[in-house]
């Protein structure tokens, strides 16, 4: 794998960056989340503006041909960054249950650190696919109905905490394949 440093500076990556520094604000609304009035409104709008930037910056690296190493890694350690970061906030105030809590480190840590052995194997980052990326969307979801106070009784909280548990699971093995063919076609 080669990172070509004249490709860094693309709008793409910009826009993968700016997500990636959505944490400093993200990160002192949750830690106040009870104690700042308004908190959990700013949060829902970081969290919105953070996905816009994640589908502007895969759509601006395919419309002006700046897809690069660089940006299949920082573009989804930005979105695994912001969700371990806020997943870790809410277990800590009681928000999000063990499980849920687990499933999701576990996720992410599992596909980071898979996608690094990939990578030095077949000499390439494998890229997002659609799975991992509509699991990211709806655990995205599932914070917001979390930020916006759904207790664990409530039926949306329900819905969405079951399905973005068994899409973690299916995201970590399809992701698991994926690499072993790659591996074995290299």
Same mark, same amino acid.
């Given at each position: 794998?080669?990172?070509?440093?004249?490709?860094?500076?693309t709008?793409?990556?910009?826009?993968?960056?700016?997500?990636?520094?959505?944490?400093?604000?993200?990160?002192?609304?949750?830690?106040?989340?009870?104690?700042?009035?308004?908190?959990?409104?700013?949060?829902?709008?970081?969290?919105l503006f953070a996905y816009l930037t994640d589908i502007l910056d895969g759509y601006f690296a395919r419309k002006l041909n700046e897809i690069s190493e660089l940006g299949k890694i920082i573009d989804p350690f930005a979105d695994k960054f912001l969700v371990i970061m806020i997943v870790i906030f809410y277990y800590n105030y009681d928000l999000i249950p063990q499980l849920y809590f687990w499933v999701i480190i576990l996720r992410d840590?599992?596909?980071?650190?898979?996608?690094?052995?990939?990578?030095?194997?077949? /000499?390439s980052?494998?890229?997002?696919?659609?799975?991992?990326?509509?699991?990211?969307?709806?655990? /995205?979801i599932f914070l917001i109905i979390v930020t916006?106070?759904?207790?664990?009784?409530?039926?949306?909280?329900?819905?969405?905490?079951?399905?973005?548990?068994?899409l973690s699971i299916l995201s970590v093995i399809v992701y698991a394949v994926r690499g072993n063919k790659e591996i074995n076609k290299a």
């Amino acid at each position: 794998m080669k990172i070509e440093f004249n490709k860094i500076h693309t709008v793409s990556n910009y826009i993968s960056f700016i997500r990636l520094f959505l944490a400093i604000p993200i990160f002192y609304f949750v830690s106040n989340i009870d104690k700042i009035n308004g908190a959990r409104t700013y949060l829902i709008s970081l969290y919105l503006f953070a996905y816009l930037t994640d589908i502007l910056d895969g759509y601006f690296a395919r419309k002006l041909n700046e897809i690069s190493e660089l940006g299949k890694i920082i573009d989804p350690f930005a979105d695994k960054f912001l969700v371990i970061m806020i997943v870790i906030f809410y277990y800590n105030y009681d928000l999000i249950p063990q499980l849920y809590f687990w499933v999701i480190i576990l996720r992410d840590l599992f596909i980071f650190t898979g996608g690094i052995f990939v990578s030095k194997k077949i /000499g390439s980052v494998l890229p997002s696919n659609y799975l991992g990326k509509f699991t990211v969307l709806l655990i /995205g979801i599932f914070l917001i109905i979390v930020t916006l106070g759904y207790k664990s009784s409530d039926l949306l909280y329900q819905i969405f905490y079951f399905i973005t548990i068994l899409l973690s699971i299916l995201s970590v093995i399809v992701y698991a394949v994926r690499g072993n063919k790659e591996i074995n076609k290299a």
